[in-house]
């Protein structure tokens, strides 16, 4: 990885932002992509640096979102069907086809870098104590915040729990509510819940903003002593975690529409699509420049197929 390639990546863990590096680990010729070519990618798809040409790079773009998605590292092949159908007794590699006119091979590592769960704590009540060194002793990254109410920099993966037993729970609460926290939980009784979040719509909060208060928080664990209650939401965050509430970047689609290029047959995700040909009403996706202009010169020798 060169020093471009280290800073950016140095910079966005600093940042606590997501990302995967992608190495060339191994390369047949004729490809652009070379063994130790190297690439940061983020959530959105943007690259830095290089993996390889217009083939290449969808798929592994793909396969980067989806290994950011599970934090799984996988070591992914690309090549010809023949290829693919010796590399398939690899169990521990993901093989996809490619068919463009080139006939390399590659295999790429993809690496996430995904930053520590955050929690921001707000308040100073027995829970909050329990809540703190078992988010901590879970390798949570943990911002303590008093009743000034100076929060830290909040995205869609940080949870910010309120645990100030009444002493400033409205505007704590409504300073939580303006950042874009995946999380906001209230340590307060259901009736005591209510009046606060009524409060804030008299002071103008819609619903859309006051539903995403969860009170109490914490999962139902019966009568506990309050310390515990510190126990039940750290049970409620890990679970909300693994379901994905608290990933802050957008989780690839499921089942993401999937166009066939026309000239080479290679599959091309259509919310990403770069290259994009009309013919007679119909619209048609490409893997790269090349095959959208050799359809454009004759598109009725490949429309339809």
Partial sequence: MNRELLALAADLSRRHRPFLTATVVWARGPSSGKSGSTAVIEPDGTVHGWIGGACAEPVVIRESREAMSD?????????TEEDIATAQNRPDVTTVPISCTSEGALEVFLEPVLPQPHLV???GSPAVKTLI???????WRVDL???DLDLPEVTGSSAIVIATQGHYDEPALESALATEAGYV???????RAETITGYLRDRGLGDDQVSRVVAPAGIDLGHIAHREI??????ELV???AA?????WPAPSENPHIAIDPVCDMEVEVATARWISEHEGETYYFCAPGCKATFEKAPAQYAGT
């Avoid at 060194?133 to 390798?139: E, F, I, V, Y």
């Fill in 244 to 248: 994905g509430d608290l990933q802050g």
């Fill in 145 to 147: 915040v008093g009743e």
């Fill in 121 to 123: 704590v707000i308040g």
């Fill in 133 to 139: 060194t078992l988010a901590r002793a879970l390798d």
């Fill in 71 to 79: 934090g799984n590292p996988r070591l992914l092949f690309l090549g």
């Fill in 239 to 241: 679970k909300r975690r």
């Fill in 185 to 191: 939980g209230l340590v307060a009784s259901g009736k």
């Fill in 230 to 235: 510190g126990v039940s939401i750290v049970a």
